[in-house]
């Protein structure tokens, strides 16, 4: 779930930097309405599922709702996602695989 999570939070950064980076201008300077809509429902369902998995890792994490808060806080900023990603999910996710026994065949 936690890889997931991940996931989701570099997709959602980068939704919502093409969204706002790249289709808006398209569409109010350039008169191209098309791109913004594509991305926006793109960008839409990346952010419920971000929303979504933030509370379903934290509530398996044990993480409380301080954490919580600023995964829903980090989902309305530019550029947050990734933060969120480098120091919280992949030192989570760092630790669970150094957590994991090796086996061998």
Do not use: Q
């Amino acid at each position: 779930m936690l890889k997931l999570f991940r996931v989701t939070a570099i997709l959602e950064g980068i939704s919502y930097l093409a969204l706002f980076g790249v289709t808006m201008p398209l569409k109010y300077w350039a008169d191209i309405p098309e791109p913004n809509i594509y991305v926006g429902y793109a960008h839409g369902a990346l952010f419920v599922a971000f929303i979504a998995l933030a509370l379903v890792v934290c509530f398996n994490k044990k993480w409380g709702i301080k954490r919580f808060i600023i995964f829903g806080i980090a989902s309305l900023l530019p550029f947050a996602t990734f933060y969120v990603e480098e120091k919280y999910l992949r030192p989570a996710a760092d630790s669970e695989l150094a957590s994991t026994p090796v086996t061998s065949l």
